[in-house]
């Protein structure tokens, strides 16, 4: 919400509609490409009708996904897991992977696209009994470490016990260095995003990344959008997990733009699970 220059969204507007991508259906269309009632995503912001170009707009296929997973795992969230497990993690059969904010929308993509490509154990960092369990019983993780509950750093070496290979962060902070002393010589790290940032809690000091050397650590930062080139692989393998009931796809809708910032509270505080969605209408 700052004024600062934007990466990867767009500054919000006072007075305009909230930016982030959203889903509608066609209700008049001049082009033979968005039939009427046709799916469609863009990202014009959160608004009841919207005026797009045909070709600012993806069409969603709902024989591939149902509408709601084209904002999730079909969508920038669980294409945000795959960019940074694939071509920036270069995840390999067998490896240990580690994600923390296992139960947001990038996490719980994270650790069930790793299961699916191969990973040989994956460890997961959420917030309190529920979504841990969750995690565990539904998504297929074999370890869930409930930070808000337990001290994640005395308990990760029991649930990594042969150290990790790839960890995928959307925290950062203490669970960061936590994972540096847990990380194999020569692991490898996808950075994601800080949410622990956005908190009043105090950070490390750099002086933790001393153990970045001594363990040969790689630290790739990225941002999804550098890899829209694989977007037609990713749906493909996406939308067949999917089809054959492989992969768990859960949101948190929000009733109305009246309730939306209660939503957006329950990011920070643990209230969602999975992909946090607004409904603005039927
Ligand atoms: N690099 C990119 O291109 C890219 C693209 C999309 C998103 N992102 C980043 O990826 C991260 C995850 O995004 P998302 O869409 O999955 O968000 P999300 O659905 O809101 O999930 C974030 C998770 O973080 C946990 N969390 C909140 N505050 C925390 C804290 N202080 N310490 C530890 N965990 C905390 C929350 O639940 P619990 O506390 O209950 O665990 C929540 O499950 C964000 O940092 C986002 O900015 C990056």
């Not at 995503?41 to 509408?67: F, M, N, Q, S």
């Not at 139960?103 to 191969?118: D, E, K, P």
């Not at 020569?186 to 800080?194: E, L, N, T, V």
Request: a negative charge; aromatic letters at 8%; hydrophobic letters at 40%.
């Amino acid at each position: 919400m700052d004024p600062g220059e934007k990466q990867y969204t767009t500054n919000f507007e006072i007075g305009g509609p909230l930016d982030g991508s959203a889903i509608g259906v066609v209700v008049e269309s001049a082009s033979e490409h968005l039939p009427l009632g046709a799916t469609v995503r863009h990202r014009l912001g959160w608004r009841e009708y919207a005026v797009v170009d045909e070709t600012a707009v993806t069409v969603c296929d709902l024989a591939k996904a149902p509408a709601v997973s084209w904002l999730s795992s079909m969508g920038q969230t669980g294409f945000t897991a795959y960019a940074g497990l694939l071509p920036v993690g270069q995840l390999a059969e067998g490896e240990t992977v580690l994600v923390t904010g296992a139960g947001g929308a990038v996490g719980s993509m994270v650790g069930q696209f790793a299961r699916l490509l191969g990973a040989g154990r994956v460890v997961g960092s959420a917030g309190g009994v529920e979504k841990c369990a969750w995690l565990r019983d539904e998504c297929g993780f074999d370890e869930v470490i409930d930070y808000r509950n337990t001290d994640f750093r005395e308990v990760l070496p029991t649930a990594a016990p042969d150290g990790i290979d790839l960890f995928f962060d959307n925290v950062g902070g203490w669970q960061m260095v936590s994972a540096f002393h847990n990380m194999k010589i020569q692991g490898r790290i996808s950075m994601c995003g800080a949410v622990s940032n956005f908190g009043s809690q105090q950070q490390p000091s750099l002086a933790e990344l001393i153990e970045v050397v001594l363990r040969r650590i790689t630290i790739r930062g990225f941002i999804v959008r550098d890899f829209e080139h694989l977007r037609p692989e990713f749906e493909e393998r996406v939308s067949g997990w999917l089809a054959s009931g492989q992969l768990v796809d859960r949101a948190t809708i929000v009733d109305g733009i009246e309730n939306a910032g209660a939503g957006l509270e329950g990011l920070l505080n643990g209230a969602n699970l999975g992909k946090a969605l607004v409904r603005l209408s039927d």
